[in-house]
């Protein structure tokens, strides 16, 4: 679903009164089915009622959608006059009692309508859609904030690493799992069932977790590679006709995928769980493995580059960088040897100061960088022409990353990152970052 | 566990100070993996430390567990003074953004270490015995309540119908998952694994609701006789040696027990929703079952019957009547003919009265009563000598009851007695009650 | 596997000494292996033997397989001598004992080489690759008959319907088994994944025979469509775009493809079995379904057509069949609809007289009509353009037949066909091949 | 089921002449429904015609189980006049295709019967009952041979390795299979629940084949108990309330009890592959587990003990063994010291000479010895009052036997014994076996 879009449709068909009137007329039937199943009668009909609004919900009318967020947002809110009351008791008198009470008028209805609503069969997976559609529309709704806050707030509970299930996903998996799979990779898009195959063979693994409410939906997957040295480019890994290698012999494992499948879990994160029990998983299965690393891309970097462009101007060795990286815009620059060859001496320093040194807000520019160091990674390699796809040209001229992940040292280099947020690198990507002009002293921030 | 004796003896056993020393140091370890747990570093070292953190408290020695809960209720509730800010802002400015901010300040930070220990294998179980033991020392302890608030409000979360599931047990079933029927049944006891074969026999149904991260554990039970018409007596579905029946014959379906398994899920109801979906598949694989109905006891009448003594001896009638149940202290007088039928003329109209009108606060004084009428079963029949067991005699002097689910009434009778706090009675039963004296003008209440 | 082209590289390649030598020496190993496994010894050493025979086998290199059968047919047969004076005991005195004796003498000691080589893990499998190939070189080789038979006998037990499942293939399917339904697929070839997923959509029903010891094979599938009313044209069934229909509004249930996936099970029958079973399983499912048949081609039709021109011929009616026929030489012709409607005013009472009448050793000559004749459906009705595909052209001129299976008739319908080999059909079909010109007295066989 | 008695009292009941006619009545019908099953058409019928005769089977009175059994040994065995044809052609011309012919003349149709009452739901299970009955009157009946052998036949191709599953069982497994082992356990008597859950404790393991038309029903199950050395006596395995040990440090696995379950399957024989491959298993999970080895009584020794008595009083040594083993016959002679030790003294070289010399058509009297070493075990240690039950004392003189499985030399130890039948056992046994008066000149047989 392509939520802007689809909300600027939903906008424009409210114009007409008639379908206006409409879809409120729905959405306030639903409201109000939603209002029963709060009620003391609503947890007694339990299921019953809770299914007949879900199934309200689900034939709602696109362009009701609107007012129904609406509703929501005004009518199972706390009730201001009640909770100031509350507000003014606490502060009066903070003791365990007026403390449980403010805690429970604190808590919009409206949560406690959604742990309602999931009691019918469907209930958790048409929630996780509800916010995916309401988060497609915060942007343009600040109003709704308070939804999407209670949505959250359940979801953290809920999907909790407790009652996830790590499952192995290969070919032995149902159909209905796995082309989810295709649809959802985001990294390195699988182009079919072949490809998918594949990334399943006995040189793979490939591990998601599930939630026992949404059985056939991976929340979050990711693919490994078996190999022998860490792997310094992409392309080989994806190719369908490459040759099964024996896992037997493997001492690498290389994390050249992972992907977020639920937009209606943002902020839920499973990630760093994820790569850490995958790693234990390979441990058990294959001791020779010593090596866990990622083979990731930089998305931002080329935006970043741009944004330097100035900085870089501010010295001759900057300006000679920004001529000779003028080949980038060459078609196919890199298939000449020359060009490469030149455009590789300037960029590969660049990206590594990027990498270890672009920050926001004191955290790395990059979000995978983000991602990887926060969770005790440590960057460990650039490799040039790493990925040649256009998607790859495009965003990380051709470069990834090997995140290495040393299950002795996670902690320490999260605690690190945490505290300091000081980047870990090896010794070789932190020298490379000094080349860089921009480490220079007429060109530092 | 026996825990108020369990308490005792910890209370006991803390007056030597060298082990209230090791106690409280204990605790305190245990306190400070919690806070790191909490802390953002455990988020990411995550289900490690999560593991480690259970381990400890698995391993605190039991009268060490006071220091614990006055650390866990004194050091992990919300901060009084930011809560306290929070609430003036919110007092002042009652917008979404200060009522996201209150609501986050108002949970207390113990939610949040419930939910990372919870990360853990067998966390879930963990904090469900937590609770336990928590409630068996909350008498003495009402500075805990805030614990037992936070437990219960994440429980109801967790335990959501939605993430349920609905099993049906049989001789097929685990034996570590029947070995808790025999130890968890609450209302006719199984005396062992041949009392069990008979109840799950083919002419019986069994089922429970699992949550997922407890797979072994059942969270309550039903049990149920396919019979031919309502039953009027217990001790015949409880005879090992009685004959298994055809179900394709049978008419009506008598749910003779019902037992809520966990301690620590206290307040957190699974009844309602298991009676109407046993009710649900009974209809599906028994198409000629036309009744559902209980056999229940009246577990408080005999203690309110002592209590209306002087109430009764306020009438002649009355007192004939008190003079006839004296025979109620006789070892045995059921046994013989002219006893027991002088007993039954006298005590049934009194039955009838205490279901239909003892009422405590507006609801029925009888807790099986306000449970099932709660449900929207309405009292049908009362059954002489209708179990006999010495528990069955002490405590509701023979009586059964029959509370029948007719699918389409429940939710009107439901309404009803939510509503008007109306007792649906049959009408033989209500004609019952206005026989007993304590229904006469001078016996009116 | 091209079975004779494979064997005739195998006889190619064995022409070179050399070579010839290293598979004699290769199969002598393997056959040593056997010689092994049926020692006494061989018994208890049991599974690790049979392991390594197995292996052995898998190694062999292609063109040694016609040594290994050559010596699996002169080794591992009943010894002649002690056979023959075990034929003169029992005609000599035919008591049980002589019997047992024969018995025991007249199996092939592959037999119990077989069975042991079953112990090892994939045993089963094996030995079923190993008949498929085998019986691709039978008609070379005759003197295989043995290891043959041998072969069919074991898997005519081992593949006992008792031992059989039947499991709905689904999109809940593991894909292992599913990219097999793709590959075996033998009636309307299945293009790729979209294909198969749309004929496991909610109107269709797929069903498969497994057996234990070969969890990721089906041995038969069978593809039905959940219609309204009896489909008369296969495309509209396989037109991957279709909108998938309520099952729930079907009346007919409509069989379009069965296939047979284990060329190594050949003549061991499972056909019959899983049409009736599937029939009632729908029936369970789908109590409005009122009419179960199939929609099948009429395979040698064309074949058959060409071989009666000189029938046709004798009679004035037939020559003018034989004239508006050559039409179907021209490309396209059915797609005009002149052509169409003159050509089927004369094929089709020809197809349901081919189909009535046309018989081979007292069978009717069309094997799909054999097949379901002989299970006891009925010709039901003959289908104009019903598949237009190339291959349905050219094999079936486009006709298409619906055998309606009865469920109450078809024990009726087949003791009539086996008794009597008489040809149950509907009127409509009966009246038909009457009006075909070789029906008529001069053109009658 | 006591089948002696229970054949005794049938023959008893058919004395009356109106039972015994209702008895072939009933036999006949059965008997006419196995001949249609028989028949081309039972083919098709299949499953439904194998359901009726499955069910007449069962409710066949057990007085006409005579009747049942002569009609099928007289019925369905092969035509003489033709097999003798069959024979003749054979002897006359030995090929291919009249071996083919005569393989399949001489199989009895009882065979295929008994694969077509197969493939109804139950017809495993029905058949190995059916055999069970046969075994146990077989005696009486020598003329039912034939149709012994033909289930033996079958059941040695359907109960192949191949197909047989090896189950752990704990107590996860069902409840319905547990009380299997409770009811089958022949070694050491399994007195309830509680005694079968010590036995499944962590340190302990079971294992069991299954089959998968009988998932309820093991074929055979063994006992392991883990420990630290030998064991040496077998009542503190059995020890209810023993502590549970960590299996994690245990050095040794105990096979201290293996049963057959299926009296229907005798002969068919698992134990061999069941032993070496629970070895596998354990030697996957317990690394550091070096010995396996049996705890085994010796079933038959003091029977032996008494046969051998004349041989005894043949020498002086002898006659003083003789007078000091009357003590055997006093009750508790082996709780007062002296009197054990003297006993001890001499019945321990005596055992040994048993179990190493004393054999019967070459192979060793006793069947544990015979079974263990055929497998390639070597006989270790003799346990002085090791069993002290009563079954123990009568049996074994509460002697047991540690039989060792040392895989690298289990074949060596099979070869050694199939073909000189030779007795491997450990020099210290040897040596005990040569102390024996038996073994001395004038006492050597």
Known sequence: MDTPSFFKRIIRSVV???KRARA??????LIALCRSLLSEGGEVSGAALAREALAAYHSLPEFALLAFFDLLASEFSPDPQELTRACQDYCAQPSPDSLIRLFHLVEPPRQELFRRLNMAAGGTAALVGMRERLLGALKAHPEWKGIDADLEHLFSSWFNRGFLTLKRIDWHTPAIILEKLIKYEAVHEITGWRDLHRRLEADRRCFAFFHPALPDEPLIFIEVALTRGMSAAVQPLLDLGSAVSDPQSADTAIFYSITNCQRGLRSISFGN???????????QEFPRIRTYATLS???AFRNWLASVQEQLA?????RTVTEELKRLDEPEWFKRADSAERVQ???VPLCAYYLVHAKSDGEPVDGVARFHLGNGARLERLNWLADISKHGMQRSAGLMVNYQYRLDDVENNHEVYVKEHRVV????????ARECPLSQPAGKR
């Open 314 to 318: 501010a010295t001759a060795a900057g």
């Open 345 to 347: 001496k300037h960029l």
């Open 273 to 283: 769980l994820l790569i850490k029990q995958v790693a234990q998983e390979l441990k």
């Open 297 to 299: 891309p930089v998305p």
């Open 425 to 432: 690198a090896s010794p070789k990507l932190k020298k490379l």
């Open 24 to 29: 409120d007329r729905k959405a306030r039937q």
């Open 16 to 18: 007409d009164p008639d």
